[in-house]
């Protein structure tokens, strides 16, 4: 991408409803706009970032055997009905009428949708253990929709959902996506912090939330310091391990704010190790049983010839709202910091003097052709504004790497310089052996 062709309308202003830096930084930058309260577009930039975090999400998913698919965002409404969530969801879900009066929903999760397809295609035992995910809008008429896409109306969830034919094999599933959230978030250079939780209007008796620790966070924390210090590039995929992983965690208190306990918490923790903090929930899973398998009748044919319920659970990833967790987790001095899997950008190739030096763009061309020939995502600036300007807008956008061609690039050796960190001189093929070695 030459900087000239790309569309990223800086907004001067932000409003003062932008209350969170992540939410200034999304408008001022051009990722997002406002179309309506709580309703965003992603511009160039913003899907960009949007996309590279889907992509990760669903590695993560695939890795476990989750296997990917689509439903639709519209649902209709005899499914909830049957489930009977359809009364109890409230004015969070947006109910729509069709031109023949039927009742549709735009729906705010899919645990009905899909147990209805698991009951209509699924039969036997022999078919499980099943996981199914998809990433796809939803819609929750929030009261206060506020910060941006951290809390919106129409936001990008990564939503999967286990079948198992017992609860012992149920809870396996649940401890898998576990591993994968927990990795997922550890690519996202995020500590994500897997905390007991309520399971609210989805259900069940076992739930997690994931939370990135910040200031700015809405959700209430209460933990042991101890958790931090879980490594999680210790456990392999093998069920030991997995199993392993879960005592870990399961040994520290942790709680959010409607699982606490005082008494609990200031028993169980020392009181130096005690952190009260708030965290943003990138993430949250849940095992409920037959809660929806039963209602809507997803019966399968058991190893004893017997009709059972099948055991399930639910697992959603905010995809949009990391986008937002991320810069706040990260931002440094009004910067964007993105962890290069998920840059805009990963270097930008900057001739400083365009125009009284129209040699110094020609070889900013023939190092951009050699970055992509090598798969590096490169932005060349090709325009002739001041070399201030130029570094206020890669700074803007946040990419993490600049390659400066100036006054002192001398032969084949290039400033090579971390964006807010060190500058080296370098050629070429160092600067790409580099990159590939820190995308890993
Ligand atoms: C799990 C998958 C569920 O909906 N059903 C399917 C379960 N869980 S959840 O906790 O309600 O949502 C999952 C994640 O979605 C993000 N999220 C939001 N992001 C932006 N704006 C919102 N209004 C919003 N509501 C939920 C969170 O990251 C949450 O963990």
């Not at 005899?78 to 009977?84: A, L, M, Q, T």
């Not at 034919?165 to 997922?184: C, G, H, P, Q, V």
């Not at 209460?222 to 210090?229: E, F, P, S």
């Amino acid at each position: 991408m030459f900087i000239s062709k790309l569309f990223f309308p800086v907004l001067r202003d932000v409003s003062a409803d932008a209350k969170l830096k992540s939410h200034q930084l999304m408008l001022k930058s051009g990722m997002i706009r406002q179309s309506t309260a709580g309703i965003y577009s992603w511009l160039p930039l913003g899907l960009k970032i949007l996309k590279k975090i889907t992509k990760i999400v669903c590695e993560e998913q695939d890795k476990i055997g989750a296997q990917e698919m689509l439903m639709p965002t519209i649902q209709s409404a005899d499914i909830w009905k049957e489930s009977g969530r359809y009364n109890d969801y409230g004015e969070e879900m947006l109910r729509i009428k069709d031109r023949q009066g039927r009742e549709l929903l735009y729906g705010p999760t899919n645990e009905e949708l899909i147990t209805e397809i698991f009951r209509d295609n699924v039969k036997s035992y022999k078919s499980l253990p099943l996981i199914l995910y998809h990433v796809q809008w939803k819609f929750r008429d929030e009261i206060r929709p506020r910060f941006g896409v951290m809390r919106c109306r129409e936001f990008l969830m990564k939503d999967a959902y286990s079948f198992d034919l017992t609860k012992e094999d149920a809870i396996k599933s649940y401890n898998k996506m576990f591993l994968a959230y927990l990795r997922t978030f550890h690519r996202l250079e995020l500590k994500a912090l897997p905390l007991k939780a309520s399971s609210g209007p989805i259900g069940g008796d076992s739930s997690h939330e994931f939370i990135i620790l910040t200031d700015s966070g809405e959700s209430q924390v209460y933990l042991d310091k101890a958790l931090l210090d879980i490594n999680i590039e210790k456990y392999d995929d093998s069920e030991t391990s997995i199993n392993a992983m879960v005592a870990d965690y399961s040994k520290f208190y942790s709680a959010t704010d409607e699982k606490y306990s005082k008494d609990e918490f200031e028993s169980k923790v020392k009181k130096s190790d005690q952190v009260v903090t708030k965290g943003i929930e990138v993430g949250h899973i849940f095992y409920f049983g037959d809660k929806y398998s039963k209602p809507l009748k997803a019966n399968i044919l058991g190893k004893d010839g017997k009709n059972i319920n099948s055991q399930m659970g639910s697992y959603g990833i905010g995809v949009s709202r990391l986008v937002a967790a991320v810069i706040e987790a990260k931002y440094n001095n009004n910067i964007m910091k993105w962890p290069l899997a998920i840059a805009p950008f990963e270097v930008a190739i900057i001739p400083l003097n365009n125009k009284s030096d129209p040699k110094s763009l020609d070889k900013g061309k023939k190092i951009y052709n050699e970055l992509k020939a090598n798969g590096i995502d490169v932005i060349l600036d090709d325009t002739e504004e001041s070399p201030a300007s130029k570094f206020k807008n890669f700074e803007l956008i946040g990419v993490p790497f600049q390659i400066i061609i100036g006054s002192k690039s001398v032969d084949d050796q290039f400033e090579f310089k971390e964006l807010n960190g060190i500058t080296e001189n370098l050629s070429v093929s160092e600067i790409i052996i580099k990159i590939k070695k820190l995308k890993g």
